[in-house]
């Protein structure tokens, strides 16, 4: 059965987690990278106003889609859409400026603490309470393995524990977060896409929400990127160094794991949209992005739904 096959299945009959009989387990995954973000921000946008969340069983995050997925659970990714382009957060979160005051340059503990308990509040609680499983994903400094953290969604404290670990982007973003003896750091070093702990958990149909374009390629970083980062890893999360100068053969085995599945649906930003650095701030292009992610997921997903999905207030004309 193939994934769209699925959804419109489960979608016709009502079913929950927990309360199915078809024997698949359906896996929704969220890429992250920082500001890259925007594009599968967007396309849990689509999600949420198909309302098709009921139709997974668990949503898996890294880095930056596990804050994308945090909203999804809470039934408030569209409300809440408007961070991006927000002059406020978007600069204070991401700030060139705070390296040479020795502060971070992506401040994730900003959004974490701040923005999503006093200025946008998260649902944390409708989190904790979703039959939706929710999977965030981070690195082992010391291991370099994958870590989820699927054990912490208990409390509003243990979701925010998850969120700024899997969101601790490496000399960027400050150093580990350590939880329960580990040292953690961002997921995307283990897991830009976490199809292997998806797999794992047995996962038999997968959507994956890209961020980044079909005709994308990465490579390695070069020389004093590398010189920079061996320093901060050496002291910081040597079991991680390897995968982070590995990281364009890790991304690769990712695209074969998901492209070999034979039940996966990749929604990718659409070919000619803008290329997204990790620390970009350019709020005309963020909300472009969003707007793209919503519609790219929509164009694929709203087959699924017997009527078709609203137009979000905040959309470009």
């Known amino acids: 059965m193939t994934v769209l096959q699925l959804l419109r299945d489960r979608m016709r ?3 929950v987690p927990g309360r199915r009989n078809d024997g698949a387990r359906l896996a929704l995954l969220v890429e992250g990278g920082s500001s890259r973000g925007a594009y599968s921000s967007g396309m849990t946008i689509a999600i949420e ?3 098709l969340l009921p139709a997974f069983d668990a949503v898996y995050g890294s880095s930056a889609g596990s804050l994308n997925a945090a909203w999804l659970l809470c039934g408030r990714a569209e409300k ?4 991006w382009w927000s002059p406020l957060i978007m600069r204070t979160t991401i700030n060139l400026g705070n390296a040479l005051r020795g502060k971070p340059v992506v401040d994730t503990g900003f959004l974490v603490d701040t923005v999503y308990t006093t200025i946008m509040p998260m649902g944390f609680q409708e989190i904790v309470d979703n039959p939706v499983e929710f999977h965030p994903i981070a690195t082992d400094a010391r291991t370099g393995e994958a870590v989820d953290l699927h054990g912490l ?4 404290a243990g979701v925010q524990e998850a969120l700024r670990a899997s969101t601790r982007m490496p ?18 070093l283990a897991e830009s896409v976490p199809v292997r702990s998806a797999l794992a958990q047995q996962a038999t149909h997968i959507v994956a929400l890209r961020t980044v374009r079909e005709d994308e390629k990465s490579g390695p970083p070069p020389l004093a990127e590398r010189l920079v980062a061996s320093r901060w890893f050496a002291r910081r999360a040597p079991g991680a160094l390897e995968l982070w100068l590995r990281g364009d053969m890790l991304r690769a085995e990712e695209e074969r794991l998901l ?3 034979p039940a996966t649906l990749q929604i990718r930003p659409p070919l000619g949209s803008a290329r997204i650095g990790r620390t970009d ?8 992005a969003v707007d793209a992610g919503r519609q790219a997921a929509s164009d694929v997903l709203a087959g699924c739904v017997d009527e078709p999905p609203r137009r979000s207030a905040w959309s470009t004309p």
């Open 13 to 15: 009959e009502g079913s």
């Open 49 to 51: 106003q198909l309302g």
């Open 80 to 83: 809440t859409q408007h961070a």
């Open 153 to 156: 969604i208990h409390s509003q």
């Open 171 to 188: 000399i960027l973003a400050g150093g580990p977060v350590e939880i329960d003896g580990r040292q953690l750091i961002d997921a995307g």
């Open 259 to 261: 492209a070999e599945h």
């Open 281 to 288: 701030r350019r709020l005309s292009r963020l909300r472009a």
